[in-house]
């Protein structure tokens, strides 16, 4: 069943037009990955799903639900469900990383004792790859440490839904295969969609269980990996084989 459905979604800038009567679905319990070049429009496609922005013209469900039609409250109960890990890390600089990721705990769970919280905060570090950093402050690290506090911070409240706008853009390749690799977990083990943005071609047939490739605002192609070689689409097979054509 699908976790998240655009359908025939139009959103403009000024005279630009980003998103163009877009049709996406991303199935539930799965890693969907949306792959495009820069400028294609993919960071506007979460900020639409997010309700950051609103589309000009279509609409968006999630879980059945289209969240513009609910109160400001609903709304913002209803986007809970979703952990977003941002393009560019967006941790709280006066905090240190142990507050940064602890944040959502003490908001959403009050009745946690700080033993509880201590433990969840360095299991997800470490599962990240990160160790003994709990007290260093975000200026401290390396981007793509700040990066994997990001994410840990954003899966913290077990959403349904986890988002990643370009998880592996300012990483090395083993942090990449790692953050790769917490989507397949989190996927298995707590039955959660994973939807990633990504340019990085053998990580997305690594992860994605359904990859889609948009090009000037449109969804081009869309399916497996496999599916995905077969198609006969030239700027499909050009994006694929590694020649992405300039910023749109
Ligand atoms: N708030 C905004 N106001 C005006 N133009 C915008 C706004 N947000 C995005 N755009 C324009 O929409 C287009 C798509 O932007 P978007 O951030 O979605 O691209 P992207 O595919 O995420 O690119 P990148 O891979 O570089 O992150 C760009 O031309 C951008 O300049
Ligand atoms: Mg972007």
Redesign the pocket.
């Known amino acids: 069943m699908t976790m998240i459905q655009l359908k025939n979604v139009t959103k403009s800038?000024?005279t630009?037009i980003?998103i163009d009567d877009l049709n996406l679905e991303i199935p539930r319990n799965k890693v969907t990955v949306i792959m495009?070049g820069?400028?294609?429009?993919?960071?506007?496609i979460i900020k639409l799903i997010l309700g950051f922005i609103k589309p000009d013209a279509g609409e968006i469900i999630i879980d059945g639900i289209n969240p513009l039609t609910l109160s400001k409250k609903e709304r913002r109960d209803m986007l809970k469900m979703i952990g977003m890990s941002f393009?560019y890390s967006a941790l709280f600089d006066s905090m240190s990383v142990y507050e940064n990721v602890a944040f959502a705990l003490r908001e959403h769970h009050k009745h946690l004792s700080e033993t509880e919280i201590s433990e969840r905060v360095v299991n997800i570090l470490n599962r990240l790859g990160l160790y003994d950093i709990e007290d260093k402050m975000p200026s401290e690290l390396s981007g793509g440490m700040k990066k994997r506090v990001g994410v840990a911070r954003a899966v913290m409240l077990n959403p349904k839904i986890m988002i990643f706008d370009?998880p592996e853009s300012g990483l090395d390749p083993i942090t990449t295969t790692a953050i790769g690799n917490l989507m397949i977990e989190m996927r298995d083990e707590f039955n959660m969609t994973c939807l990633s943005?990504s340019?990085h071609i053998p990580n997305s047939n690594r992860i994605g269980d359904k990859l889609a490739m948009l090009y000037r605002g449109k969804i081009i192609a869309e399916g497996s990996p496999e599916e995905l070689q077969k198609l006969p689409n030239p700027i499909l097979q050009q994006f694929i084989n590694g020649r992405v054509e300039g910023?749109?």
């Open positions: 800038f000024g630009k980003v495009g820069s400028g294609h429009g993919k960071s506007t393009q370009e943005i340019h910023p749109f």
